[in-house]
């Protein structure tokens, strides 16, 4: 049982259709506005000199202090990761960062490109933090709705080392999954203080910005403690777990858990 049930039952549900939870107000805009100041900090330039912004990205590692710890791990947030990967199913986050080349990734020894596998190895969850508001214009990040459900075919024939990402997407473009017009699409705006919580699988993608201020966004994981487990004996599947199954031919039985009942670990 979770401490806090952060999810109704019908966002609950609505993540195994669509593949993501928008989760308002996730963490204080005051700290959200601390972490933006770190950030300014990082990259060396003054947020009222727009004059030195001449770079369209820039990239950081991450950071482990205080604020991005804070943000990363309230309750709110907390209970929401029980809810949809299993209490005792994730590692709570020592820091924030930006990952864009590891989105639902990871990269076995002696390659170069990151890989996926059928058990989401390495990765519980793929998470938006908002650290400044976005808008329309701000460059958020393009959501393909339901497209977690089209990647599971494509992965379960190569077991568990898994499929070479270029080469899985090149795959599903032939075979019209990749950017499917059935597909509608989403798009992650919101005010500083929100996190979009997607499966590992959802199929995003960045675009230009066409405001006037800087968006600040961290896309990090949620580190599970395991991978997925497709086959449990006592049914007792996550959503993240139940979206997988419903992808995969012969699947049958993947109602959604109660959002206040989350699987045990």
């Known amino acids: 049982m979770t401490a806090v ?17 928008a989760l ?41 202090e205080t604020p991005f710890r804070q943000a990363a791990n309230t309750p ?3 209970g929401a990761y029980d809810q949809l990967v299993g209490a005792g199913r994730w590692r709570p986050r020592t820091g ?11 990269l076995p020894p002696g390659e170069t490109w990151f890989w996926l596998n059928l058990r989401s190895r390495d990765r519980a969850l793929l998470m938006l933090f908002l650290f400044s ?9 393009r959501i393909k709705v339901g497209s977690h459900l089209d990647v599971p075919p494509f992965l379960a024939p190569a077991g568990e080392r898994g499929r070479n990402g270029l080469d899985l997407c090149r795959e599903m ?36 910005h066409h405001g006037s201020v800087p968006r600040f966004l961290a896309q990090p994981p949620l580190d599970p403690t395991g991978l997925l487990n497709l086959d449990r004996a006592d049914g007792s599947y996550s959503p993240v777990e139940l979206a997988v199954r ?10 959604a858990p109660a959002a206040d009942n989350p699987a045990p670990g």
């Open 76 to 78: 709110r947030l907390c």
């Open 5 to 21: 049930s952060t999810l109704t039952d019908d966002e609950v549900a609505r993540f195994v259709d669509e593949g993501f939870v």
């Open 96 to 106: 924030l960062g930006t990952f864009p080349i590891r989105d639902g990734a990871y």
């Open 246 to 255: 419903r992808a995969l031919p012969g699947v049958r039985d993947v109602s």
């Open 173 to 208: 473009d032939a075979a019209g999954k990749l950017d499917s017009p059935d597909r509608p699409v989403a798009l992650a705006t919101g005010q500083a203080g929100d996190v979009y919580l997607c499966h590992p699988f959802l199929i995003h993608g960045a675009q230009r």
């Open 133 to 141: 508001d976005v808008g329309p214009d701000d460059a958020p990040t």
């Open 24 to 64: 308002r107000e996730a963490f204080p805009g005051a700290l959200a506005d601390e972490c933006r100041s770190i950030l300014w900090r990082m990259i060396g330039l003054d947020p009222d000199d727009p004059a030195g912004w001449t770079r369209p990205v820039i990239r950081l590692d991450g950071s482990g």
